[in-house]
């Protein structure tokens, strides 16, 4: 592997720890991160970096597994070696089979989109989360992290009818509350 690949690979994976760093102190020491794929590529043009198959990308316990992962970073800041991890990602894009989860919550989706500059999370097509026994689900769930805050948004799909008739067909937010 060439100088500049293993820079390039070192850099990604201080990249990819910025989306899973802990809210803390800047003393706090945090927690490795750990990706394992099927297999892996850069595309130095596009400053990004994609693993697929069998995705797993761990810090602390947060953890993410799906299809496939590809990470987007800020050409600049990744020359800048005084710009912070969160500064260098630009967006985290998940796709198939997205589970995202703690100790305490579960998110699953068909997509995942993390914005960094906006610390925003995306999951779109069939989203769900569960907290406790608790479940809430619609076609998109939007977590806003600075805010601590979430929306859930209900969707629409088409339904073929008799005689190959089409029609939009609305869903909605559902969720499920347990009281003990």
């Given at each position: 592997?060439?100088?500049?690949?293993?820079?390039?690979?070192?850099?990604?994976?201080?990249?990819?720890?910025?989306?899973?760093?802990?809210?803390?102190?800047?003393?706090?020491?945090?927690?490795?991160?750990?990706?394992?794929?099927?297999?892996?590529?850069?595309?130095?043009?596009?400053?990004?970096?994609?693993?697929?198959?069998?995705?797993?990308?761990?810090?602390?316990?947060?953890?993410?597994?799906?299809?496939?992962?590809?990470?987007?970073?800020?050409?600049?800041?990744?020359?800048?070696?005084?710009?912070?991890?969160?500064?260098?990602?630009?967006?985290?894009?998940?796709?198939?089979?997205?589970?995202?989860?703690?100790?305490?919550?579960?998110?699953?989706?068909?997509?995942?989109?993390?914005?960094?500059?906006?610390?925003?999370?995306?999951?779109?097509?069939?989203?769900?989360?569960?907290?406790?026994?608790?479940?809430?689900?619609?076609?998109?769930?939007?977590?806003?992290?600075?805010?601590?805050?979430?929306?859930?948004?209900?969707?629409?799909?088409?339904?073929?009818?008799?005689?190959?008739?089409?029609k939009e067909q609305k869903s909605r937010v559902k969720m499920t509350i347990k009281q003990n």
């Amino acid at each position: 592997m060439k100088l500049q690949e293993k820079v390039r690979v070192f850099s990604l994976l201080f990249i990819l720890s910025s989306f899973f760093v802990t809210a803390g102190s800047a003393e706090d020491k945090e927690p490795p991160v750990y990706v394992e794929a099927d297999q892996m590529s850069s595309t130095e043009a596009a400053n990004s970096v994609l693993f697929k198959g069998n995705v797993d990308a761990q810090q602390g316990d947060l953890r993410i597994l799906c299809d496939e992962m590809t990470v987007y970073y800020h050409s600049d800041a990744t020359k800048d070696s005084k710009a912070s991890a969160r500064q260098k990602i630009e967006k985290l894009v998940c796709a198939g089979n997205v589970e995202l989860s703690n100790e305490e919550w579960l998110g699953t989706a068909d997509k995942m989109v993390y914005y960094s500059d906006n610390r925003q999370i995306y999951l779109i097509g069939g989203a769900k989360a569960w907290q406790n026994d608790n479940m809430v689900s619609g076609e998109r769930i939007v977590y806003y992290m600075d805010e601590g805050r979430s929306e859930v948004e209900g969707g629409t799909t088409t339904v073929v009818g008799e005689g190959a008739e089409k029609k939009e067909q609305k869903s909605r937010v559902k969720m499920t509350i347990k009281q003990n």
